[in-house]
């Protein structure tokens, strides 16, 4: 009867075992952050979720971040669409259906918008329908606890989706160390050193399936870096994991 009054109080507010491991490595003093790679759910690697788990416990991280693209919008892109493919409501609730293991598996993350999560703010705005109509993210993904930010600086570290270029060249534009997304083929860390400071900036690689018929437009180039960053120590150590191939 005591070891279950126990149990009982030091689980009192019935966290899972995740957000009670994310409480502890807090308490321990701890900061490093996982940042996934672009989803473009519901275009995913079904393994991509296990292998960032994986990473998340390895490396003993108590900050998740997403660089962006979590969505991919297929069906509502400016560019040609697949004849084959889902039609929009299709597309979304299989999105929303698969994005709820993510929030199950990360209930606390903080989300970077990239270009295609932005996709229907765009043809809000095409169609001259003012923002105030448009949904929250939070409340068509039906992830309440995520935070979704154009940029995110954390320990001196900034975090984008990276539409304007590479890491390597932000990072030094901005004299910032830099991690950011959006170049599926890239996945890299380099250092500058000057004599007064240093930066480094990462490409993180992403998560998608290269075989879906949302990523044939790129099915002659570069296959995708399938992989994670991990930045850690307060910022100051810089990792790119990648998963087996």
Known sequence: MQI??????????RLKPNEIEVIQRMRQGLRNVLVIGDLHEPFC???????????????NCSEIIFIGDIIDNHYSSY????????GGLD?????????????????????????????????????????????SYKEVLQVPNWTFTERYELD?????????????????????NTVQGHLHTQAYCEHYVGKNFRVFGMQVGCGID????????AKYGKKPAIGVGVVKNFGTLPLNVLMPL
């Open 79 to 86: 560019h040609e669409t697949s004849a084959d493919g889902m």
């Open 210 to 217: 290269h075989e879906s018929y949302a990523m044939a437009y």
């Open 91 to 135: 597309e979304l609730e299989l999105a929303i259906k698969r994005i709820a293991r993510w929030y199950n598996s990360f209930p606390f993350a903080t989300v970077i918008l990239g270009n295609h999560d932005r996709m229907i703010m765009r043809k809000a705005q095409t169609s001259a329908i003012p923002s105030k109509w448009i949904k």
């Open 45 to 59: 690697l079904d393994a991509y979720l296990d292998f960032c788990l994986e990473q998340q416990s390895i490396h």
């Open 156 to 176: 001196g570290v900034q975090y984008i989706h990276g539409e304007g270029g590479t890491a390597r060249t932000k990072c030094r534009a901005d004299m910032m």
């Open 4 to 13: 279950w009054v126990r149990m009982q109080r030091s689980n009192r507010y």
